[in-house]
């Protein structure tokens, strides 16, 4: 059964930081990763699609990773800013199922 | 820009009692979901439809759940009786994927609405 875990639960950096969530999940036999965010009280907002047959993903200041040997992704921001402060959500489309991780709660202190 | 459309926001209402929610997906959008989600937790699939036809609700307690589109466009979710533990973020989110079970088309999720079961 596939299970994504994201790690840490909640991330606090000062302004101007560069970061990294991570995914993992414990079946490699995936057809794509998806990373979205949500905002308080708020939907999810689709940030980035990796294809299995891809490595990664880029937009703007945000770049994903994706190793499936290794069952881990990982969510890259450059130059945090006060608006990037959300819940970044990681999901695995896995035997026709969209398998969601419990998300990382990251806050960017001014 | 075209968004999804949710009513309620909010929702209070006591145990036993029923409940509806609303959904209208961005328009041309075939495929139309609905999520529940705990807080703190991720969203969980309660049923996916592909114009008015139900592809996925193998998660939907059909006891007390049900969801229908009946003319594939927009989408009723409604619980009856609610209970304690039905208090999550209900979300709807739609694709313009043609079928199937393939998530690679992008969501679009609307912005929820959240119950308060009492």
């Known amino acids: 059964k596939q299970e994504v875990t994201q790690i840490p639960a909640a991330l606090s950096v000062p302004e101007g930081e560069n970061l990294v969530l991570n995914c993992s999940f414990t079946?490699?036999?995936?057809?794509?990763l998806q990373w979205f965010r949500q905002d308080p009280g708020k939907g999810l907002t689709s940030l980035l699609l990796i294809q299995s047959s891809q490595r990664e993903q880029t937009s703007g200041r945000l770049n994903a990773s994706l190793d499936k040997s290794s069952g881990r992704s990982t969510l890259y921001i450059a130059a945090s800013q006060p608006g990037d402060s959300a819940t970044y959500l990681c999901?695995?489309?896995?035997?026709?199922?969209?398998?969601w991780g419990a998300g990382t709660k990251l806050i960017i202190k001014p | 820009e075209a968004e999804v459309a949710q009513s309620p926001r909010y929702k209070i209402t006591e145990k036993s009692q029923a409940v509806a929610f609303w959904c209208d997906p961005i328009?041309?959008?075939?495929?139309l979901y609905w999520y529940r989600q705990i807080l703190g937790q991720g969203p969980e699939l309660l049923v996916q439809?592909?114009?008015?036809?139900?592809?996925?609700d193998s998660q939907l307690p059909k006891d007390r759940f049900s969801a229908e589109r009946l003319k594939g466009v927009d989408s009723t979710l409604k619980i009856q009786p609610a209970e304690l533990g039905d208090s999550a973020m209900y979300l709807c989110a739609s694709s313009s994927g043609t079928g199937g079970y393939s998530y690679t088309d992008t969501q679009y999720f609307g912005p929820g609405t959240r119950l308060t079961v009492l």
């Open positions: 328009s041309g959008h075939a495929t």
């Open positions: 079946d490699s036999a995936i057809y794509n």
């Open positions: 439809f592909q114009d008015e036809s139900v592809v996925d």
């Open positions: 999901a695995v489309d896995s035997n026709y199922q969209l398998i």
